[in-house]
């Protein structure tokens, strides 16, 4: 594979993202590799407990938005009969390796713990909150400031259940990072460790829920998750996706392409805070 790592210890699943030259951004090999990774893990029966991490500084930019990807497959394709078909070979593309594969990890039959430091930007918050755990290193932060796009936030719109509504707002309507300590405050994150000690407490971690029956650990997480979606969470992630889908049509009404001209103004906001 060429953005993905994969290997077990004892009951653990470890998947690496590795891309660490594009800080982890994601085009659609990445986002291909990794659920086929996850795909593996579940459907090995000695792994109880899965971990995704990430090689180098940062856990991940998000969309890989530079233009060598940006201006290539799948992106061209997709506007091909816009002229007869608008956006929707986007909406459903979307549909599936963006929405619907967070929607997929998220309720994956295993317990998973994300393992985050430096930046967490937009569709990086794609990879961790579909996952049970979050621990972040004390350098970790979090943002999505897709709103430069004249769009109201990424496709997994997890940002209510995740921060609170008032939270929430004033992260969108910023495009403002969040530190790793106001994440857990707020309850998006279970631990905050050094840098150093992010892995090792991690797995940690996991090889302690490892040791629990996994009948018992399935049990456990599909009962958190339809606690969840009785309260609406379900539903709502997939009226807000239908929304995301709204800010293209309204960018592509406007200008002609799916994202307005603050595109640029985000890609160049989020490597400054990724280099910084």
């Given at each position: 594979m060429g953005y993905i790592q994969y290997e077990t210890q004892d009951r653990v699943a470890i998947i690496t993202l590795d891309r660490p030259e594009r800080r982890n951004a994601q085009n659609a090999a990445l986002l291909k590799e990794l659920d086929e990774t996850f795909?593996?893990?579940?459907?090995d029966d000695e792994v109880r407990v899965i971990v995704l991490k990430a090689n180098g500084k940062h856990f991940s930019a998000g969309h890989d938005l530079s233009p060598d990807?940006?201006?290539?497959?799948p992106w061209k394709s997709m506007m091909a009969d816009s002229d007869t078909n608008g956006l929707l070979r986007l909406y459903k593309w979307e549909l599936k390796h963006f929405f619907g594969y967070s929607r997929k990890w998220r309720d994956l039959p295993?317990?998973?713990?994300?393992?985050?430091?430096g930046a967490c930007i937009a569709a990086g918050l794609m990879l961790a909150w579909p996952c049970d755990l979050i621990i972040a290193s004390d350098d970790a932060r979090f943002s999505d400031p897709v709103i430069h796009m004249g769009i109201g936030g990424v496709e997994y719109h997890g940002h209510t259940w995740e921060f609170g509504a008032r939270k929430a707002k004033e992260l969108l309507f910023t495009g403002d990072f969040i530190d790793a300590e106001e994440a857990h405050r707020l309850g998006m994150v279970n631990k905050v460790v050094p840098r150093e000690e992010l892995e090792s407490t991690a797995l940690a971690m996991a090889r302690k829920i490892s040791r629990m029956?996994?009948?018992g650990l399935l049990m456990a997480k599909r009962a958190v998750n339809q606690s969840l979606d009785a309260q609406g969470m379900s539903t709502a992630l997939q009226s807000a996706y239908d929304m995301h889908a709204l800010g293209?049509?309204?960018?592509?009404?406007?200008?002609?392409?799916?994202?307005?001209?603050?595109?640029?103004?985000?890609?160049?906001?989020?490597?400054e805070s990724s280099d910084s």
């Open positions: 795909d593996r893990a579940v459907d990807v940006f201006d290539s497959e295993k317990p998973t713990i994300a393992a985050v430091q029956h996994p009948h293209h049509a309204n960018a592509y009404a406007i200008s002609g392409e799916i994202v307005l001209v603050g595109l640029d103004e985000m890609t160049k906001a989020n490597k």
